[in-house]
């Protein structure tokens, strides 16, 4: 079975780009996105048999911030032991610190370009 990966991003490009990313990875990688956190938590609730491998938020949208749409997706039982990767294009440590106490895997910094983004995202899906 395909490893599935989902994407919470109000910015369709980022959303794009990282698809692209899993793509080189592996072709076989399905994405699916979220527009922001409370659609994802919208899909989420609706849609009992999605449990994707690996759930990635970015941390400045509208609605619902990264952190927010972390801490209710790790209420959802059956997604508590999906690993959760919050990223944004800095993040002081104070917010690293915050959103690994709420429960994400890791924090990740945004990278610049197609070749960096394959390479952080290889280590993670590999």
């Known amino acids: 079975m395909p490893q599935q990966c989902f994407f919470i991003d109000d910015d369709e490009d ?3 780009f990282f698809c ?3 793509t080189e990875i592996d072709d076989s990688i399905e994405c699916f996105f979220a527009k922001d956190g409370v659609d994802a938590i919208d ?3 609706k ?17 619902m911030d990264g952190k927010q ?3 209710t997706i790790k209420k959802i039982e059956r997604l508590k032991e999906v690993p959760v990767y919050i990223y944004s294009t800095s993040g002081s440590p104070k917010l690293v610190e915050e959103v ?5 895997k890791d924090f990740l910094i945004k990278p610049s370009n ?5 390479a952080m995202l290889r280590q993670i899906v590999n």
């Open 14 to 16: 980022d959303r794009d």
């Open 20 to 22: 692209t990313a899993m």
């Open 43 to 45: 899909q989420l609730t």
């Open 47 to 63: 849609n009992a048999y999605m449990v994707p491998n690996h759930i990635f938020i970015d941390m400045n949208m509208p609605l």
């Open 69 to 71: 749409c972390l801490q």
């Open 100 to 104: 690994l106490a709420s429960g994400a």
């Open 114 to 118: 197609m070749a960096e983004l394959v």
